[in-house]
């Protein structure tokens, strides 16, 4: 018979002190146009199935999606170093 041994905690490991995923290059443009409009209609669609789809906050949606998407994308160029 063996018996399970309960798994070791994790809690106690040290916080990283650095970015284990480090960017190799720098592109020179985090999202072209069409990627950045694809983007906001996901997070548009997104927006509206957690309201079940009801009418009448389309245009709601997609301005809350798009300054959502421009502020991850800003996020992304300073973290990077490419110019906003």
Known sequence: MTSLAAP??????????HNFFPLR???????SESERRAQIA????????RRHF??????EDWLA???????????LRKLVGVGA
């Open 8 to 17: 070791k905690p994790t809690h106690n490991l040290p916080k990283p002190t």
């Open 25 to 31: 290059f720098s592109p020179p443009l985090i999202a």
């Open 42 to 49: 996901t997070a548009a669609y997104l927006r509206a199935e």
């Open 54 to 59: 009801a009418g009448g906050h389309e245009l």
């Open 65 to 75: 999606a798009e300054a959502e998407v421009d502020a991850r994308l800003s996020h």
